[in-house]
């Protein structure tokens, strides 16, 4: 069982609201990524990280941003949620062999 | 376009019997190919990991093959169990950055019944 976590497991909230994801690994990763899922869709990379003070945008355009000020800690935030922000948001943190961990994600609806 | 296809969408198989899931790539340049497996609701967990000179590796009842040359990849289930059902991904990973660029299938939506 990998060490990284997600918080919350489920968030229903309205719409304009701002939202903070939470993730944290005990790995010592690098590397970490957050990816956004719809049901029976492929993940799509959105955000990524090298390490401290190190952060890009992936492939899937996102109005959410990140910050990763300690090694452990990469959350994701969005300021005004809409209902199209409504999805599955999957933290990961990645080894030196590229093998990425996964949380157990957050499920998100914006009403 | 790089992309990952997987075959098929989803199956349904018995207690104790065999199952075969398939991976096709056009993703280059290749690094390596990875199958997880996602329990719903849950996050994705890592089954193998394949480099391009490796043909198969097996974990427990999981055996993965892959042919570079045909860019397939295939995924072999033994003597399924109720706990194999979920979602099997295949990604691909190019050479092509630092970061490892990983390409997701959509996966295979395994249904073991007893």
């Known amino acids: 069982e990998a060490d990284i976590y997600q918080t919350p497991r489920y968030l229903v909230i309205g719409t304009g609201k701002k939202i903070t994801l939470e993730c944290s690994q005990t790995m010592g990763h690098d590397k970490m990524y957050w990816y956004q899922q719809d049901p029976g869709m492929e993940l799509h990379l959105i955000h990524y990280?090298?390490?401290?003070?190190?952060?890009e945008k992936g492939d899937l355009s996102s109005e959410s941003t990140v910050s990763r000020i300690r090694t452990e800690h990469f959350p994701l935030t969005l300021e005004s949620a809409r209902p199209s922000h409504t999805s599955q948001y999957l933290c990961a943190s990645g080894d030196r062999e590229e093998v990425q961990y996964f949380g157990a994600g957050t499920r998100l609806s914006v009403l | 376009k790089n992309q990952v296809e997987q075959s098929p969408q989803s199956l349904i198989i018995l207690e104790g019997k065999n199952c075969t899931l398939q991976c096709n790539y056009t993703v280059s340049p290749f690094s390596n190919l990875r199958w997880y497996k996602q329990d719903t609701g849950r996050g994705p967990v890592s089954l193998t990991i394949?480099?391009?000179?490796?043909n198969t590796k097996s974990n427990g009842r999981y055996t993965a093959t892959l042919d570079a040359d045909t860019k397939q990849s295939s995924l072999h289930i033994t003597a399924s169990q109720l706990s194999d059902s979920a979602s099997y991904i295949c990604?691909?990973?190019?050479?092509?950055?630092?970061?490892?660029?990983?390409?997701f299938g959509r996966g295979t939506q395994l249904t073991v019944w007893p």
């Open positions: 990604v691909v990973s190019d050479r092509g950055s630092t970061l490892g660029r990983l390409y």
């Open positions: 394949m480099t391009f000179s490796e």
């Open positions: 990280s090298y390490g401290v003070n190190s952060t």
